[in-house]
């Protein structure tokens, strides 16, 4: 919790409308686990950016951010401007400097920095993008910057994109039809029009030889999560990314020159997890013993509340192309514990999601330190009889192969009474399920 006094500096962004704005998420997020006493808010400018700026100034606020519709407008009243801002032609951050703020564009520089995260690697690489407004040439500038080889601006208005290639040379245009003239080969792919912000809207192109031509794509678009563009991209198997890492990381950026400091890659993913839980909707992970009822009770969560549903188990099963048995078998249990740790490491940027872990997953601090930023922790509780009654015959669990009912009865006794306590420790529900349906403990969730 932030507490505010009179040493407290102040960040903000500042922007019309406002009201809907994420990035006091990223950056009171940040302030809070760096211990850094700085508050930051949003600011409403109604029409003089200008007033407004030199009040902002005078007032000592520490840093800004600068949204829509002032990016362009704000440069005017700044004592300095940066030179990837000025070919950019916008502004979205403000740094203190004498007698006022000199302005930076991050938004180009987090684009980059989230495709790094991924392993996306610019330099040598040829590009196609999708569209010729603002945000388009922005992103043409930022592959040049890069040491992108090639880019193909694809877009209805023909002049626009040529208007964009007269100032970046690396720029073919092409209007939207002449998609399939683009030569055959890997490219990464951005889609930058606001086509998928409706429910209704289309893929622009509908080739699916044009979207295999992509070995990753990027829509700038982060709400809805998934897009027309991201969908067909999923569909083909290309490994793709939505517009909220590049909020992510411009803001980060942003932070790092406000207090001279390097976020860490850890830190960040926690903040994007607030993100996501701000912007998709919260977690819920089910934790409890081998038959407890979580894969059963975890479809049913998310079928009645419109969730996505991830059984730990079978993700890794994929993952590992094998199942559970020949890893026990091949490997150790170490080694499964291992890439199950991986795994849920990845699920922090998961959101809205039913998440059914293996009832081992307790078991490591990491873990459940990991589920308990995750989401909502629920514990699955069943007796000894029941979760026996449940597992007897089942014989892809390799931890339960036992000669007898009565030697199972007592490999699951042990199990849980060295389990339990975790299980209890860190769950921020516990339902008893012996006697209840997978729709009555989901209606109790």
């Not at 007032?59 to 005017?76: C, F, H």
């Not at 502004?91 to 520089?109: A, E, I, Q």
């Not at 792919?189 to 209704?200: H, I």
């Not at 790092?256 to 994007?272: A, I, N, T």
């Amino acid at each position: 919790m932030i507490e505010i006094n009179g040493k407290t500096k102040i960040l903000g962004v500042i922007g019309n409308p406002i009201e809907h704005t994420l990035s006091p998420v990223i950056h009171n997020t940040l302030c809070e686990l760096l211990g850094i006493d700085a508050v930051y808010v949003p600011i409403k400018v109604e029409n003089d950016i200008v007033t407004a700026v030199n009040g902002l100034v005078e007032s000592g606020v520490y840093g800004l951010n600068v949204t829509v519709p002032y990016k362009q407008d704000v440069m005017k009243v700044l004592k300095g401007v940066d030179e990837l801002a000025e070919e950019i032609g916008a502004v979205n951050t403000l740094v203190r400097c004498s007698g006022g703020y000199k302005g930076y564009n991050t938004d180009m520089p987090g684009l980059a920095r989230a495709l790094e995260t991924k392993g996306v690697k610019l330099s040598g690489k040829k590009a196609v993008v999708i569209g010729a407004g603002g945000a388009a040439r922005a992103v043409c500038v930022m592959l040049k910057n890069y040491g992108a080889e090639k880019i193909y601006l694809l877009n209805r208005n023909i002049e626009k994109a040529k208007a964009i290639a007269e100032e970046i040379p690396i720029v073919t245009p092409l209007r939207l039809t002449e998609y399939d003239s683009i030569p055959e080969d890997k490219y990464i792919m951005f889609q930058c029009t606001s086509v998928g912000l409706k429910p209704e809207d289309e893929l622009i192109i509908k080739s699916d030889d044009f979207y295999k031509m992509a070995e990753y794509g990027y829509d700038l678009i982060y709400n809805p999560a998934v897009t027309p563009f991201i969908a067909k991209l999923n569909e083909l198997g290309v490994p793709n990314d939505n517009g909220l890492t590049m909020l992510l990381y411009q803001g980060i950026i942003a932070f790092e020159m406000w207090f001279g400091l390097k976020v860490s890659r850890d830190m960040s993913e926690v903040v994007y997890a607030e993100l996501c839980k701000k912007l998709y909707g919260d977690n819920i992970v089910l934790i409890g013993y081998m038959g407890s009822g979580k894969t059963s009770v975890g479809k049913e969560l998310a079928k009645s509340r419109g969730m996505r549903f991830i059984d730990l188990d079978e993700y890794i099963v994929e993952k590992e192309g094998r199942s559970i048995n020949d890893i026990f078998t091949y490997e150790t249990e170490e080694y499964f514990r291992n890439v199950e740790s991986e795994v849920i490491r990845e699920m922090s940027t998961l959101s809205n999601t039913v998440i059914s872990t293996g009832g081992g997953a307790v078991l490591r601090k990491e873990n459940r330190d990991n589920l308990s930023r995750v989401g909502h922790v629920v514990y699955l509780k069943a007796d000894p009889e029941t979760i026996l009654n449940r597992v007897k015959d089942d014989q892809s669990r390799p931890l339960l192969k036992s000669e007898s009912e009565e030697e199972l009865r007592k490999r699951i006794t042990t199990m849980l009474d060295s389990r339990n306590p975790y299980y209890e420790i860190f769950a921020d529900q516990v339902i008893y399920t012996d006697r209840l349906t997978p729709s009555e403990i989901a209606e109790i969730i």
